[in-house]
């Protein structure tokens, strides 16, 4: 029979490898560290706010990228941590005191992230009112060192013992009333070094982190910000790196290659619901052309998922509720969690699976699948305005150009297969086409019920001195090339043959007989 205890005998041992998931383990790309600093100090600023020590418009955080000393200082003007428990929040693991608030980091893991990717990782900090500024040192190099003895067996409190530091630094002049600063020292060469690449740094902020949309460049920005301003924690924060401030990468235009464009038609805007009704989440999308996939470089690429105004997940998190993944990448917009009526994983790349959250995936996917429609209708109006258009080209050559054709049946086939192109034509533009290409076609039908021109045969117009001057070589060349040139759209071999012939017609006699005016030449 078991014996009950009141408590555990042996007391649990916590061993230091908790301490690799929480840096080196904890993210795939090394750019989400600046996802984790910002997330705190958004934080700070907002008790700073709600403290009156300063208000939205003045706070700001600031990122230095220092390629001299490999070197990153992320730092804010919020609140800051007081002298009396600064070393104790910044030592802990795990113990957040934001957990069962509103604010955006309440985990208590994510700021040793940047210890992965360096020597040393330092955190300066002090609240208004303090007298000293508290620092926290941890010595990567310090910790490589133990772990590589395999044979020591260390506790996480003694691995952090081992390689935290705590101190105090003297007030002087410059320092800041409050503030939190984060330095990077020595930072590791790692994936292309992107973590000191301004480009790819700035790129991943104006997608992930809480900043403003650009109103110079994307009109539709205070509209949008209007509507989002119902999410209680929607708020946009001035960040700047290396003093240029960054935006959401959202414009009007959409550049898809050098030559091409597509443009905002307007925003569409929605609502997703709990299981008691209850609003879970707003979201946005820009209703575009859907031309296509969506360029990597304009860095707006899917509909993306943001709580706090930070992103959770990333451009490829509702790929899958799409009805071809493809789809996903097609247009641009976002979902604002409301309320923390979802709760993000510990990675930020999801969220953890509760009731609400599964109500949240079935309206994104009745989102998707209203996306993918729209996409899918797009692409076959593209490719049946590709068809009208060269269905007009024809036609309107048939009308306008003198053709030469090779008999009587020859002419009257493509007569009748015009007349015919023109019957397909305006059944598919019951569907909707381009004023431009209604304005050709109801041209066309005019001309084509009046059109009765005398046929001009291949007979009456060819040529012999142009055949007879031509180099035979020059002339198999000239038909093999024709025949490449109108194989895919020729109907039948008299086609090809009329465009082998139509540079040795006498065009003098063509138009001539088009016009009704008999011509004798030879």
Known sequence: MARVVSEIEKKPVIGRQLFDIVTSGMYDNPLMIYREYIQNSVDSIDLAVESGLIDQTSAHISITLSGHDRSITIEDN???????????????????????????GFRGIGRLGGLAYCDELIFETRSKGDELVSVVRWNRKEFDSIAADTQRNITLSEMIQSVATLEYDDVVEETPDHFFRVTIRNVHRFHSDMLMNFKSVNDYLAHSAPVSYNHEVFLHAP????????????????????????????????????????????????????????????????????????????????????????????????DDKFSEPRFSGWQFGEIHVVDNSLKPNARRDGFEHTPNFERFLEQAHA????????????????????????????????????????????????IENSRLSLSNLEKVAVHGISDEMKSRLDMLREKMESFDPKPVLLEHVLDGRKLKHIDSKELLKHVAKTIVANYSTSKKPEDILQQIFADFTNSTYANHKMNGVVYSGK
């Open 223 to 318: 509209a949008i910000h209007e509507y989002l301003s119902e999410v209680s924690d929607y708020r946009c924060y001035r960040i700047l790196v290396n003093g240029r401030e960054v935006f959401r990468p959202y414009a009007d235009e959409v550049k898809l290659s050098t030559n091409s464009s597509d443009f905002i038609q307007g925003i569409e805007y929605f609502q997703f619901k709990g299981t008691e009704g209850q609003t879970i989440a707003l979201g946005w999308y820009a209703r575009t052309q859907f031309l296509a996939t969506l360029p990597n470089t304009l860095n707006v690429k899917g509909i993306r998922i943001r709580q706090g105004n930070i992103e959770v997940g990333g451009e490829h998190c509702l």
């Open 78 to 104: 919020g609140q800051g941590l007081d002298n009396d428990i600064a070393h104790s929040v910044l030592t802990n693991i795990g113990c957040s005191p934001k957990e069962g608030t509103n604010q955006r």
């Open 367 to 414: 989102l998707g699948r209203h996306l993918s429609s729209a996409c899918r209708k797009s692409s076959n109006v593209r490719i049946a305005s590709a068809r009208i258009q060269g269905s007009l080209e024809q036609l309107e050559k048939l009308i306008n150009d003198p053709l030469t054709y090779i008999d009587e049946e020859h002419y009257h086939q493509a």
